[in-house]
């Protein structure tokens, strides 16, 4: 399994969820739910974010195949999903609303929809197009470390890179998250055309 541990790709991916978790984005949400007295469990929501997100990267598959939906397809989707976060970044909107009925905030909106969701999801599975699943399950790793070390120091980190410092961190990554959708969409698109011309 380590024989296919290359660099380069565990960087890529690592770059590709840090964007799309978005951790330092979500810290004015994390701020806000503590100021309005709800708690936030650090170790909890990296644990079980972690879980869902590994259960999902093993299981994926499964679920495309009872699905009848090949990898390149559910790539090329999940290339659309992740040019319109990166749209929300860009453009300060709101896409994707979050209407659960759960109002616990470690599990709901923390770990779900902002760490493990439909674009965490979508990402892992539409990595797995690309790159070897041990790059990814330590880029993953290494996301999760970070994910628990902000969320664990949300008041220092917003005084240390200031609302401006997070705005411009956000924006830059919605920047790169439009780059790596469409290399994603051109990618995946070229080999479901290849397979249907077979």
């Known amino acids: 399994m380590f024989s296919k541990f290359n660099l380069q790709e565990m960087t890529s991916a690592f770059i590709v ?31 079980i974010s972690f879980m869902l997100l ?14 009848h939906v090949d990898i390149e397809s559910f790539a090329v989707a999940g ?13 300060d909107v709101e896409i994707f609303k979050n209407q659960g009925p759960i109002k616990e905030a470690t599990l709901v909106p923390l770990v779900f929809p902002l760490l493990a969701g439909a674009g965490s999801f979508t990402t892992l599975l539409s990595l797995r197009a690309e790159y070897s699943s041990i790059n990814i399950i330590i880029a993953l790793v290494l996301n999760m470390i ?3 070390v902000v969320v664990s120091m949300t008041d220092r980190v917003q005084r240390l890179l200031g609302k401006g410092g997070i705005y411009i961190i956000r924006k830059f990554f919605g920047i790169i998250l439009i780059a790596i959708a469409v290399r994603l969409f051109t990618a995946n698109i070229t080999l479901l055309i290849e397979s249907l011309q077979k």
């Open 146 to 148: 970070w994910v628990f």
């Open 17 to 47: 969820l840090f964007a799309v978790i978005d951790i330092i984005g979500s810290i004015p949400i994390i701020i806000n739910l503590k100021e309005r007295g709800q708690k936030v469990d650090a170790a909890k929501a990296t644990i």
């Open 79 to 91: 290339a659309i999903v992740i040019f319109l976060m990166a749209l929300e970044m860009l453009l």
């Open 54 to 67: 590994i259960g999902f990267f093993y299981a994926g598959d499964m679920m495309l195949k009872l699905f």
